[in-house]
């Protein structure tokens, strides 16, 4: 029989500001059924990867002999097409009020000011805090070459956005929630602010950046050392997410003794080799299937009022 999640331990970190989730592709696809497939111009649910990558394979008349690879695609794209024209591309898509998921509201109704890191372009984790009045800053990984290797912080209480070293940014963080855009996000108010780490070469410059220090902020590099890691929508196939974690373990000298947990469903053995590895807990669950037997076991913690 297979264990399940330590729900109290989770509630607990989240309730005390002690876990950091990290929502990966999967976390934004919460609603889908298994046979749901997404086309351009279905607002019921966001594309994965491969449907991204199909996408945009066939507007650049992607070579069919390969392997639709989203980093590859995207690439090839730009090579064609244009920076602007990939990104005018991406804005489309992602410029749309898509069904807020069931793990977005909770994290929303979490009382406490949570760090909250994520690798998607989409806005949902932004819209679920707006539906519940929460307030909350976003820091922006930036690809804009005129912006240098400098990160976009946009702050609640203005609602503006600057442009800042990630070694300077000084925000608090027991006052509100910052979400983490670490591949950047589309800025649905104006366009020449959206930020895109999808191809080949924002990927190697994004790693470049890690190793100078110069990606994360160097304030995240406490709760970083001390938190716990919470895993949604993730699969660690992605050598990207593979690599963060190796130079957040190495540089910023995580202890090994800090469990953290991810939810995946029906994970591969390889990945079962790849998360033990990092010290990680598996749990093979449906993530929407996590986020109510969560909500519903702990509902003073997550804030329902059921």
């Known amino acids: 029989m297979a264990l399940s999640p330590p729900y109290p331990l989770i509630r607990d970190g989240l309730a005390r500001a002690r876990v950091i989730p990290f929502l990966g592709a999967g976390a934004s696809l919460g609603g889908r059924t298994p046979e749901a497939l997404w086309q351009h111009g279905q607002l019921g649910y966001l594309p994965n990867a491969w449907e991204l990558a199909t996408h945009l394979a066939q507007q650049s008349q992607f070579p069919p002999e390969e392997a639709p690879d989203l980093?590859?695609?995207?690439?090839?794209?730009?090579?064609?097409?244009?920076?602007?024209?990939?990104?005018?591309?991406?804005?489309?898509?992602?410029?749309?009020?898509?069904?807020?998921?069931?793990?977005?509201?909770?994290?929303?109704?979490?009382?406490?000011?949570?760090?909250?890191?994520?690798?998607?372009?989409?806005?949902?984790?932004?819209?679920?805090?707006?539906?519940?009045?929460?307030?909350?800053?976003?820091?922006?990984?930036?690809?804009?070459?005129?912006?240098?290797?400098?990160?976009?912080?946009?702050?609640?209480?203005?609602?503006?956005?600057?442009?800042?070293?990630?070694?300077?940014?000084?925000?608090?963080?027991?006052?509100?929630?910052?979400?983490?855009?670490?591949?950047?996000?589309?800025?649905?108010?104006?366009?020449?602010?959206?930020?895109?780490?999808?191809?080949?070469?924002?990927?190697?410059?994004?790693?470049?950046?890690?190793?100078?220090?110069?990606?994360?902020?160097?304030m995240f590099a406490e709760p970083f050392q001390t938190r716990h890691f919470l895993f949604l929508g993730y699969g660690l196939r992605d050598w990207n997410l593979r690599v963060v974690l190796n130079r957040i373990e190495k540089d910023l000298r995580r202890s090994k003794d800090i469990t953290s947990w991810a939810i995946q469903f029906k994970p591969s053995q390889l990945e079962h080799l790849f998360w033990q590895k990092r010290g990680v807990e598996l749990y093979d669950k449906l993530l929407d299937d996590f986020v109510k037997e969560l909500a519903g076991s702990l509902k003073p913690a997550m804030g329902t009022n059921k």
Not at 105 to 119: C, E, F, G, R, S
Not at 190 to 208: G, K, M, P, R, S
């Open 71 to 218: 980093a590859k695609v995207a690439q090839y794209y730009n090579a064609v097409g244009g920076r602007g024209a990939l990104d005018n591309e991406l804005h489309g898509i992602f410029d749309c009020d898509y069904p807020l998921t069931p793990l977005h509201a909770a994290l929303a109704a979490v009382p406490a000011n949570l760090l909250i890191v994520t690798t998607n372009y989409d806005d949902l984790i932004e819209r679920a805090f707006d539906a519940a009045s929460r307030p909350y800053d976003v820091v922006i990984h930036t690809t804009d070459p005129n912006i240098g290797d400098r990160l976009l912080w946009r702050e609640h209480e203005t609602g503006q956005t600057h442009t800042i070293n990630a070694n300077k940014l000084d925000l608090d963080l027991a006052k509100t929630t910052i979400i983490y855009k670490m591949h950047g996000a589309v800025d649905r108010t104006d366009a020449a602010n959206d930020q895109y780490v999808i191809t080949e070469d924002d990927y190697i410059d994004f790693l470049t950046r890690m190793t100078k220090n110069k990606a994360i902020p160097a």
